[in-house]
């Protein structure tokens, strides 16, 4: 059974800065697409970041250069390093992971930034 863990969500102000963990299990981080995303109150659920088996990496184009996606295969758990934080980015962050034609999601982290 794949599950998917998230955790390191929390408050901060504007412009600062947060480290997002996905662990998962029941599945190989190395192996699989994973992704980050997030859902604002009242907004649709948006692709936020995703890294390929291959290591290859893109954003959504409001955050590049600012957050950074990761994994450690060796901890089986990925990451999303959110840097320069700003309010419109108050979310819940969810991390899914592809297994061949299926998708698993995590239970989600809040994260809120003040302005």
């Known amino acids: 059974q794949v599950q998917l863990v998230e955790s390191g969500g929390g408050l901060v102000q504007a412009g600062e800065s947060l480290r997002l963990s996905c662990k998962v299990s029941?599945?190989?981080?190395?192996?699989?697409?994973i992704s980050w995303h997030r859902q604002a109150p009242g907004q649709q659920r948006e692709l936020v970041a995703h890294?390929?088996?291959?290591?290859?990496?893109d954003y959504t184009p409001s955050v590049k250069g600012r957050f950074a996606i990761s994994r450690d295969n060796t901890k089986n758990t990925a990451y999303l390093q959110m840097d320069r934080l700003r309010p419109v980015e108050t979310a819940v962050y969810y991390c899914r992971i592809q297994v061949q034609l299926s998708f698993y999601w995590g239970q989600g982290t809040q994260v809120t930034v003040s302005s």
């Open positions: 029941g599945s190989s981080v190395r192996d699989n697409l």
């Open positions: 890294i390929t088996s291959d290591e290859f990496t």
